[in-house]
């Protein structure tokens, strides 16, 4: 987290392989690339996304990202949040309130 | 307006000059300079800004932003804010809910 305000936080996240698949039952959540090239998945469709292309994944919405190299993305969202959402993994749950 | 999260905006900004001082009462604003060189000044000092810096204006801060030579800036705030706080500037004021 590199900055809040009014409740959201703004967190830099640095991405490669592939997310567990969950969901964010009550936050909006955006992604914004800032480096690199990044995907993320639905059910149903694939988006890829390239440097300055953002997304919103509505909250309830299944989903996992992705990416073959490194990337870095911005990612605005309500403070708490759970980073793998409703799913618990030992991998890839990361600890809230980490402001660096 | 990019985009719209857990009702705050994310909106894209080109400035160059210098905007007139203003204040949002109860909103906290944060900057992220996308492209070019960008300054937030207050009352007791000036902070400069380039490419990836951020800085976050607490809410009730007087502030105004400048750029010498054009520049594009990421705002994120809450959906509604005027973007001349408690001014209302024929020039400057811009509607909102205009998404692009």
Known sequence: MVAAV????????????????????????LFLVWKGNFR????DQIVNLGPG???VIPA?????????????ILCFEPAGVR??????DAQFTAPNNVRI
Do not use: M
């Open 6 to 29: 009014n409740g959201q936080e703004l967190k830099i996240i640095k991405v490669q392989g592939e997310f567990p698949w969950h969901r964010h039952e009550a936050a909006d959540e």
């Open 40 to 43: 993320v998945e639905f059910r």
């Open 53 to 55: 292309e953002l997304i």
């Open 60 to 72: 309830g919405v299944e989903h996992r990202t992705a990416a073959d190299d490194e990337a870095e």
């Open 83 to 88: 980073n793998t959402g409703n799913v618990d």
